[in-house]
């Protein structure tokens, strides 16, 4: 059975999220459809590449991942199919996929599908529907769209490194509360060396050991470790780390080796 996995900032009470699927299922009545997440804010690109980046990969090979972030129609607007590492990625060409992607994809097309004019306002649920279900259902990228070279760049901001120091920040604070950095677990092995550290950030608090797990330490002290996504993560088991610890996005983190 095909697999279409919506990633969107639609949220759970108004129509939305109803006609997107409803617009599928018309198309492609058999497909399996699965929710990554319709909660992300709204507009904010840089969350969506997060939780689709870290998860994709964790569905079969040949899924299409729908991506529902800055859809409005404009002139100027260019909807894009992609495929990389064997799955297929649908959505706005307006920087959403350099942050997911590490590597150049292997093709690019620059969707080719006449939009219906009732859906003007919500192109998602149409042009990109279409789309992801046409791919889903067997056809090629060359069947939808007409090829193109290149994808919009976001830059994102990447932790800067001296010889015993790493300055990082937050970049995602999850369901859990749990505060994640954008210090990678290669990132910290590479600088670190082996070396005992020392994690600062707000309030003058700090770690100086990475665990392995959330229940490593008792019920409510803070830790560290890198979770799921192999991002830093600075946690409190089974406690609300961003509001006890008052971090929130794009603060700063500083580690310091010894």
Not at 52 to 58: D, E, G, M, R, V
Not at 71 to 84: E, G, N, P, Q
Not at 96 to 125: T, Y
């Amino acid at each position: 059975m095909s697999i279409i996995t919506l990633t969107t900032d639609l949220g759970d009470k108004d129509i939305y999220q109803a006609a997107l699927k409803g617009s599928i299922l018309r198309i492609l009545p058999t497909v399996n459809m699965v929710d990554i997440t319709h909660t992300v804010a709204a507009f904010n690109i840089q969350q969506a590449a997060f939780i689709l980046k870290n998860s994709f990969y964790y569905f079969p090979e040949e899924t299409v991942h729908l991506l529902g972030i800055d859809t409005v129609y404009s002139d100027d607007t260019k909807f894009l199919a992609i495929r990389y590492h064997n799955h297929y990625f649908v959505g706005t060409d307006n920087g959403i996929f350099s942050l997911i992607f590490e590597e150049d994809p292997e093709e690019i097309v620059e969707i080719d599908i006449l939009q219906d004019l009732k859906f003007l306002h919500f192109p998602l649920a149409d042009i990109l529907a279409k789309a992801a279900c046409y791919l889903a259902d067997g056809k090629s990228l060359k069947d939808i769209g007409i090829p193109v070279e290149s994808i919009e760049k976001k830059m994102t901001l990447q932790p800067a490194v001296e010889r015993n120091q790493i300055r990082g920040m937050v970049i995602y604070i999850d369901s859990f509360q749990n505060v994640i950095t954008n210090i990678t677990k290669d990132f910290f092995n590479r600088v670190q060396e082996g070396r005992r550290f020392v994690l600062y950030f707000k309030r003058n608090e700090t770690i100086t050991h990475l665990s392995w797990h959330y229940n490593e330490v008792p019920e409510g002290e803070k830790l560290c470790l890198f979770g799921i996504s192999d991002h830093l993560e600075i946690a409190i088991n089974k406690g609300n780390a961003s509001g006890l610890l008052g971090l929130n996005l794009g603060d700063s983190v500083i580690i310091d080796f010894q």
